[in-house]
Every structure is written in structure tokens, then in C-alpha cells.
């Protein structure tokens, strides 16, 4: 399972994913199964259940960076779908650079399915601060404009971000 969401974009991290998930698929044995999974806010299958160690690296290299947040949480929803419909035990290879934001709410979004091992493989070495916007408010009655040629703004407003107790402008 890679991490295509939009924090892999930083660096080389989606990169780093798909050269460390190639390296697995070669080392799988001839007669062994895998399947390529990418996820960020939803989880695509990008391929089959298959020995074919080509397919599978062509659906490795198939993987985009998306603009979505990751989620953990819809992750393991699939695997546990994935281990239901095939009846067999699942060994995961998760592929990511680990964003806090990717967590889901509650812990027991994360269960495994029974008889499921994972498999960690961190990119993108040193934690880097993962930013996010939360939301973004407007005083009543006041108009924002995106899209217009400048000469058609009336005014212009600061914008200020902060984080937790420190205001950024």
C-alpha cells in the first residue's frame, strides 16, 4: 500500500515509496501473490492479485500524487475488505512518510484484520511539520473575490494563518 496523498509530495517521499515497494515485489518468491493498493483519501486497487512481478511494477509506476490528506483509517477498512473476499492471511507493506494528519478519529479504524502482518517502510528520513488548513472565516457581510483581475478588487485583506497559539503573517 503506497501513500500517494498530497504530504508525499515533499522531496523525493512518493518517489522513495515506489523504489522501496519495486524492491519488495522483487523480492517475492515466483509463486507469490501480491497486490499494488495507493491511498490518500479513498484506497484504489492499482492492480490485481497477481505473480506477475511486471504488472506489478508497471502499477507501481501507474501511482500519482494526489492533493488529498492520507487516511489510515480507509486504508485499513480495505485491507480488511481484501482479507474477507480472499480467505487468506494479508502481509502489508504500508509505504509512507507517516503523517499524523493521515490518523483516523477513533484507534479501532486501524484494526488489521485477524492473521494480518504489517510491514512499516518510513520515507522522507527526518519528520518534517505537516500543514494543514483547518478552516477559513470571513467577517459577515464582507466579500471575497478569487479569480478576478486585480482592477476588479475593491480592496485587499491581510491573511493570517496560525498555528495552535502562534498567529503566522
Request: include cysteine; proline fraction near 5%.
Amino acid at each position: 500500500a503506497i501513500d500517494n496523498s498530497f504530504s508525499m509530495r515533499q522531496g523525493s517521499h512518493l518517489d522513495d515509496a515506489k523504489r522501496q515497494a519495486v524492491e519488495v515485489i522483487a523480492g517475492l518468491g515466483a509463486n507469490r501473490k501480491a497486490q499494488v493498493l495507493s491511498f490518500a483519501r479513498t484506497v484504489s486497487l492499482m492492480s490485481e492479485a497477481t505473480t506477475d512481478q511486471a504488472a506489478l511494477r508497471g502499477a507501481v509506476a501507474a501511482i500519482r500524487p494526489t492533493d488529498s490528506r492520507g487516511s489510515y483509517g480507509d486504508l485499513a477498512g480495505a485491507l480488511r475488505s481484501l482479507a474477507q473476499s480472499s480467505q487468506a492471511p494479508l502481509e502489508v507493506h504500508l509505504f509512507s512518510d507517516l503523517q499524523r494528519t493521515s490518523m483516523p478519529a477513533g484507534f479501532a479504524e486501524l484494526a488489521l484484520p485477524p492473521g494480518a502482518s504489517l510491514k512499516i517502510h518510513a520515507t522522507g528520513g527526518k519528520a518534517q511539520p505537516n500543514w494543514a488548513v483547518e478552516s477559513v472565516s470571513a467577517p459577515t457581510g464582507e466579500c471575497m473575490s478569487i479569480g478576478y483581475p486585480q482592477a476588479e478588487i475593491a480592496s485587499s485583506k491581510m491573511v493570517s494563518f496560525s498555528k495552535s497559539w502562534a498567529v503566522i503573517r
